[in-house]
């Protein structure tokens, strides 16, 4: 029975978030940010369905970085960065080309190897190509009966867009850990990411290649 417990309490704390209130106010303010400029992105149309989305793709984002390092035993709590955060809320400006999106970032304390931290950067741009893929396949489903949602073709630009981001391999992004850990991982991850996006911006019109295309 004793070591059961010990068992059943191990699990516990490994599979536990814990989050304390700092955490918590600092999670609302960076994702009504990244709400803000995932709005923008759509000349801030007020939809439910598209905050959903906009909200589920940062969050779990974060929250697969923090649990994978509490997962480890490691202390990680999400911070708002001021000048991230500057930045990202300046891209929420209608006029604003080009997008930001990096108001904070899980911090991490502990003894981790290069290998898990790694990963620990990893699991969050995977999060976003396992939601833009669900995404799409959805809409690829539906659309093979003449009823897909336009919707389902936002979250698989948004999360392809918030892996690609999220994988620049400079600036303290997820991409710059992960370029150091294994460049090979790095490669596949930046190329599932770019290739979610355009697929889905295709998908929808090609607005973003077009506007591209001025420029190149």
Request: charged content about 10%; glycine content about 12%; overall charge positive.
């Amino acid at each position: 029975a004793c070591m059961g417990g010990r068992i059943r309490s191990s699990l516990y704390d490994m599979i536990y978030l814990r989050f304390s209130k700092t955490e918590i106010l600092h999670l609302m303010i960076a994702t009504a940010l990244v709400a803000a400029v995932g709005m923008s992105l759509y000349r801030f149309q007020f939809r439910w369905d598209f905050l959903a989305i906009f909200i589920s793709a940062f969050v779990i984002h974060e929250l697969g970085h923090k649990f994978l390092a509490q997962f480890y035993r490691a202390w990680a709590e999400f911070r708002v960065l001021f000048y991230g955060a500057v930045i990202t809320a300046i891209s929420a400006l209608p006029f604003f080309p080009f997008k930001f999106i990096a108001p904070g970032a899980v911090m991490i304390s502990g003894n981790l190897s290069a290998a898990r931290s790694g990963r620990v950067s990893l699991i969050g741009p995977l999060t976003n190509l396992a939601m833009g893929t669900g995404f799409l396949c959805v809409y690829l489903i539906l659309a093979a009966i003449d009823s897909a949602s336009p919707i389902l073709l936002v979250g698989v630009r948004f999360n392809g867009f918030i892996g690609f981001f999220n994988m620049i391999p400079f600036m303290g992004l997820d991409g710059q850990k992960i370029f150091g850990w294994n460049k090979i991982v790095w490669v596949l991850t930046m190329a599932g990411a770019i290739g979610l996006f355009i697929g889905g911006d295709l998908l929808s019109g090609g607005a973003t290649m077009g506007f591209l295309r001025r420029f190149f």
